[in-house]
């Protein structure tokens, strides 16, 4: 069973910075990838980053590139999001994600079979 337990989330002014963490259990390398969604009301969830769990580039929404930064540790068996240089359309419930095996394509949230609960970002300007 694989769970998935975000933290990290919080308030903060337009151009800071925050790092969001993902506490994985029952991971492994057939997981295939792991990644970070986001989602405001009434609007679909949409994919920001991913990563293989054996390694490799990332993959990043054109939104968040060059600001956002997804990484994993696969000892401590947690994936990581840094936000800099946040704005206020970055305001979001941010989800951790993991898949069974397929990783494209990597921000398509059918693509991911496991959730966690959401952490929620603000920005304010």
């Known amino acids: 069973q694989v769970q998935l337990v975000e933290s990290g989330g919080g308030s903060v002014v337009a151009g800071g910075s925050l790092r969001l963490s993902c506490a994985a259990s029952g991971v492994t390398y057939s997981t295939g990838c792991m990644g970070w969604f986001r989602q405001v009301p009434g609007k679909e969830r949409e994919g920001v980053a991913s990563?293989?769990?054996?390694?490799?580039?990332?993959v990043y929404a054109d939104s968040v590139e060059g600001r956002f930064t997804i990484s994993r540790d696969n000892a401590k068996s947690t994936l990581y999001l840094q936000m800099d240089s946040l704005i206020p359309k970055d305001t979001a419930m941010y989800y951790c994600?993991?898949?069974?095996?397929?990783?494209?394509?990597?921000?398509?949230?059918?693509?991911?079979?496991?959730w966690g609960q959401g952490t929620q970002v603000t920005v304010s300007s």
């Open positions: 994600a993991a898949t069974r095996g397929a990783c494209a394509p990597p921000l398509w949230r059918n693509v991911y079979n496991y």
């Open positions: 990563v293989r769990i054996t390694g490799g580039r990332p």
